[in-house]
């Protein structure tokens, strides 16, 4: 089993900056690719974006250039470093991992981390 926490959300100002940080637990092999996705409310869950084990990276095109992935392997644990944000950048982020352990490789997520900026 694999458990991912989540830190980092709160209420910013448009224009400011969250750090955000999912830690993964467990039985854990490997790790593969992780993730960050988002949903807004009333709209459905969009990936913001990802790093594999490489550490090649992709990002949705409303935060290219203002968000940063990042991931420190030893720890198992994956950044999305948010800057310039905007309102529309309002949303409950998720974290998700691609992990392999004992069941094999499977999807995980994390509970949620909750992010506000006002404009």
């Known amino acids: 089993q694999v458990q991912l926490v989540e830190s980092g959300g709160g209420l910013v100002q448009a224009g400011g900056s969250l750090r955000l940080s999912c830690a993964a637990s467990?039985?854990?092999?490997?790790?593969?690719?992780m993730g960050w996705y988002r949903q807004a409310p009333g709209k459905q869950r969009e990936l913001v974006g990802a790093?594999?084990?490489?550490?090649?990276?992709n990002y949705a095109d409303s935060v290219k250039g203002r968000f940063t992935i990042s991931r420190d392997n030893a720890k198992n644990t994956v950044y999305l470093q948010m800057n310039s944000l905007k309102p529309e950048d309002t949303a409950v982020y998720y974290c998700?991992?691609?992990?392999?352990?004992?069941?094999?490789?499977?999807?995980?997520w994390g509970q949620g981390t909750q992010v506000i900026v006002s404009s």
């Open positions: 998700n991992v691609d992990a392999y352990t004992a069941l094999g490789v499977l999807d995980y």
């Open positions: 467990g039985s854990i092999f490997s790790i593969n690719a």
């Open positions: 790093i594999n084990s490489g550490g090649s990276t």
